[in-house]
């Protein structure tokens, strides 16, 4: 796992513990810049700038 991947989960980590819901999770993480997508692969990380998946969310996260 990349250096940039990981600080990038270290953060949706951090947001997904100070949101008190689902929706406000996926809203703090859009101020970062990022979503996260359901896809037939799982739920997906993806840059809005971008507009590109950037991995897939690990399980405990899913959960």
């Not at 953060?11 to 008190?20: N, Y």
């Not at 993806?46 to 996260?61: I, Q």
Request: net charge positive.
């Amino acid at each position: 796992m990349s250096i940039e991947t990981q600080d990038t989960l270290t953060l949706i980590a951090r947001e997904r513990r100070l949101a008190v819901s689902e929706r406000e999770w996926q809203h703090r993480l859009r101020g970062y810049g990022y979503a996260i997508r359901d896809t037939a692969e799982g739920r997906m990380v993806t840059s809005l700038v971008r507009g590109a998946a950037l991995f897939c969310l690990p399980a405990h996260f899913v959960a």
